[in-house]
């Protein structure tokens, strides 16, 4: 319990748990203006651009920076479409698979009423 009533003070006033980065223009910066908006394939797109420009500027590390982000959203992008691809592929061999089913319950059905015509005309003939 505290004794007095006065407000307990802090240590210090500035935060130094804080950083106090200054750094301009630092590709790893976690801002929002920063970030590269759309698909996939545009991202990949942008940051080929960006590592080609960081390139031309002599930039190295920023560049490879760059390039390492451009070869993940290709990753991602190619992902997504063998994705896509395997769910069409899918679904088409569901559809095929009960066309058969519906097929060959049309054939069963065709036989059936073509052998109860044989066995009647059979008998007809027979009489």
Excluded at 16 to 30: A, E, I, L, M
């Amino acid at each position: 319990m505290r004794v007095s009533n006065t407000p307990r003070r802090h240590r210090s006033r500035n935060n130094t748990g804080r950083r106090n980065n200054n750094s301009q223009n630092s590709p790893y910066d976690n801002k929002n203006e920063n970030k590269i908006k759309g698909n996939a394939i545009q991202v990949h797109e942008k940051y080929q651009s960006l590592a080609r420009d960081a390139t031309s500027a002599g930039d190295i590390v920023k560049a490879e920076y760059y390039f390492q982000h451009a070869e993940h959203y290709h990753r991602v992008h190619k992902s997504s479409i063998n994705g896509q691809l395997e769910k069409k592929q899918k679904h088409e061999k569901n559809i095929v698979a009960i066309n058969k089913k519906e097929i060959e319950e049309k054939l069963k059905e065709k036989n059936i009423s073509e052998n109860n015509l044989e066995t009647s005309s059979n008998d007809e003939s027979k009489k």
